[in-house]
């Protein structure tokens, strides 16, 4: 009795020891991010003579290469490139160097960065009582799938004075000798359905 309680002890210093090293470590990696994230801060900060807000996207909006840059989350865009990447990512492109003028801010604010369509885009689309999604049509526009086919759909109308189709004799022959074949079939088959030898 006397040892379960001694080794109770024992794992109870063990595990409370574990927990104040865990919680140490915890706080040396918060202060080392928190640090991280104050640098990075830092530089990012913008030349306001080359960067400008646009405030119908949300972002900062480069004049002369066309990137733009989320202060959030710290990544930058581009049309050309086409995804957010990192600063490192960013300046290394040979699009961001480039002094080629763009014409102004093209990107639309989204819920996230990888959404492209506005909140306004989406509200016209409901004003103009379309409805929101894909639009999906039928392969067959002809055939409806559950209602009487038309008139239309159902074939050629025959005309009164239209003469019927001139018939050689080796195709009578021909069709004569496939309805034959097709009748022994039908008869060979009769008993493997199971159907015309019952014993009631």
Avoid: C
Wanted: hydrophobic share 25%.
């Amino acid at each position: 009795m006397r040892k379960d309680n001694i080794a109770k002890e024992k794992e109870q210093k063990e595990t409370a020891r574990a927990i104040e090293q865990i919680e140490a470590k915890a706080q040396r990696s918060y202060q080392k991010d928190k640090a991280k994230f104050e640098e990075t801060r830092e530089s990012h900060e913008l030349d306001d003579q080359e960067w400008e807000f646009d405030s119908s996207s949300g972002y900062y909006y480069h004049k002369t290469n066309g990137f733009y840059y989320d202060q959030k989350s710290g990544f930058y865009y581009s049309d050309t490139m086409g995804k957010w990447v990192t600063q490192e990512e960013a300046y290394a492109s040979p699009h961001f160097t480039s002094n080629a003028r763009h014409n102004g801010p093209t990107v639309k604010k989204s819920l996230s960065t990888s959404q492209s369509k506005s909140d306004g885009n989406q509200a016209n689309k409901f004003n103009n009582r379309s409805s929101p999604g894909p639009v999906v049509t039928t392969l067959n526009p002809k055939r409806n799938v559950k209602a009487a086919p038309s008139s239309l759909a159902v074939g050629k109308r025959k005309r009164p004075g239209e003469k019927s189709k001139v018939i050689s004799d080796e195709e009578k022959a021909a069709l004569k000798a496939r309805e034959a074949a097709r009748k022994r079939v039908q008869e060979r088959e009769k008993p493997l359905l199971g159907l015309y030898n019952k014993p009631y």
